[in-house]
């Protein structure tokens, strides 16, 4: 039994030579292609089959293609996209949990976000942007 199963695993290892195989958005487009196909068994939501299936196929389109260089730019738009939609969701964590110490704005010329601790209220405050060093003035 056991040399059945080698015999299996080395075949499967040749076939994979030369293809891309399985990466993060094949992982992502997997799990999203499954929950979409478990939705799909709500009555009224049988249109989004086609899509799951759609979205499984390319799955498995990108795990066996051997256009490795088209497959990883990809990946990489698809980890830009994904670790700037982290580091929102990050920030917006940090800004829910210190909202009663610390107050966060936006300098207007470089965009970055600037932490500050919370100022009394109904005050003007001059904020210097540790960035770009412009200082600009926000009501409290």
């Not at 094949?26 to 089959?49: K, N, Q, T, W």
């Not at 982290?86 to 917006?92: A, F, M, N, V």
Request: a positive charge; aromatic letters at 16%.
């Amino acid at each position: 039994m056991r040399r059945w199963f080698e015999k299996i695993m080395y075949g499967l290892q040749r076939f994979m030579y030369g293809r891309y195989g399985y990466d993060e958005l094949s992982r992502f487009l997997s799990i999203s292609g499954m929950v979409i196909l478990f939705l799909s068994l709500i009555p009224f939501l049988r249109i989004l089959y086609f899509v799951a299936l759609a979205i499984l196929i390319w799955s498995w389109f990108r795990t066996f293609s051997k256009n490795i260089y088209k497959r990883q730019a990809e990946r990489q738009k698809f980890l830009t996209i994904r670790n700037r939609i982290k580091q929102k969701l990050r920030l917006y964590k940090s800004i829910w949990h210190e909202r009663k110490t610390h107050r966060y704005y936006k300098c207007p010329h470089c965009k970055a976000v600037v932490r500050i601790v919370k100022p009394e209220r109904g005050k003007t405050i001059n904020i210097r942007c540790p960035k770009c060093s412009s200082s600009f003035d926000k009501r409290t």
